[in-house]
Nanobody
Framework: QVQLVESEGALVQAGGSLRLSCAAS????????MGWYRQAPGKQRDLVAH???????NYADSVKGRFTISRDNAKNTVYLQMNSLKPEDTAVYFC?????????WGQGTQVTVSP
């Protein structure tokens, strides 16, 4: 079994920055793509960014140039650096990891951006 532990979210003012982390632990013999999704109230869960095991990245258009995803393979950890935050970035952020050929989700962490 694989467990994902996300860092705490926060209340941030518009224009501010926040970094999220997600660490995978347990009996892991292979980790593939790692990523972040978010879900605002009343909306579907959407991809924010993901990064492959080789370091290739993909971002939602709405966060390009502001968010940066990275990973530390030695620590089985994925990070999301969020800069120039906007109120529309307010959502619950979920970590998503492909480990041992299965998909796992974090518990979600609230990020709130005030105007």
């Amino acid at each position: 079994q694989v467990q994902l532990v996300e860092s705490e979210g926060a209340l941030v003012q518009a224009g501010g920055s926040l970094r999220l982390s997600c660490a995978a632990s347990g009996s892991i013999w292979r980790i593939g793509r790692m990523g972040w999704y978010r879900q605002a109230p009343g909306k579907q869960r959407d991809l924010v960014a993901h990064i492959t095991s080789s370091g290739n990245t993909n971002y939602a258009d709405s966060v390009k140039g502001r968010f940066t995803i990275s990973r530390d393979n030695a620590k089985n950890t994925v990070y999301l650096q969020m800069n120039s935050l906007k109120p529309e970035d307010t959502a619950v952020y979920f970590c998503n990891v492909l480990a041992n050929l299965r998909e796992y989700w974090g518990q979600g962490t609230q990020v709130t951006v005030s105007p």
